[in-house]
Nanobody, 124 residues
Framework: QVQLVESGGGLVQAGGSLRLSCAASGRTFNSLAMGWFRQAPGKEREIVATLTRSGGVTYYADSVKGRFTISRDTANNTVYLQMNSLKPEDTAVYYC?????????????????WGQGTQVIVSS
């Protein structure tokens, strides 16, 4: 079982930036494809971004393309989500996810490990 601990959420004004971090443990980090999902109040959980175990292939939801960047740091067993030009509609709880495997994954059911989530609030 993989343990995922998110950090970096908070309150920011529209147009600002935040960087979320997700520390992984319990399994070899290089064996994990990872990503971020989010859930806003009253809405279904949705994908934000994912990347392969090598970091060579990434996927972004259309709503965040050009504003968010997902990356991974093998030395620190951590995946990051750099969020720039934040909008009020980015307000949500952000979840870090992981799965063992080579391919890119974009479905929530593809991932078997989930963090507890970190709240992001973007004020207008």
């Amino acid at each position: 079982q993989v343990q995922l601990v998110e950090s970096g959420g908070g309150l920011v004004q529209a147009g600002g930036s935040l960087r979320l971090s997700c520390a992984a443990s319990g399994r070899t980090f290089n064996s994990l494809a990872m990503g971020w999902f989010r859930q806003a109040p009253g809405k279904e959980r949705e994908i934000v971004a994912t990347l392969t175990r090598s970091g060579g292939v990434t996927y972004y939801a259309d709503s965040v393309k050009g504003r968010f960047t997902i990356s991974r740091d093998t030395a620190n067993n951590t995946v990051y989500l750099q969020m720039n030009s934040l909008k009020p509609e980015d307000t949500a709880v952000y979840y870090c996810v992981a799965r063992a495997g080579w391919s890119i994954s974009i479905g929530s059911t593809d991932f078997d490990s989930w963090g507890q989530g970190t709240q992001v609030i973007v004020s207008s």
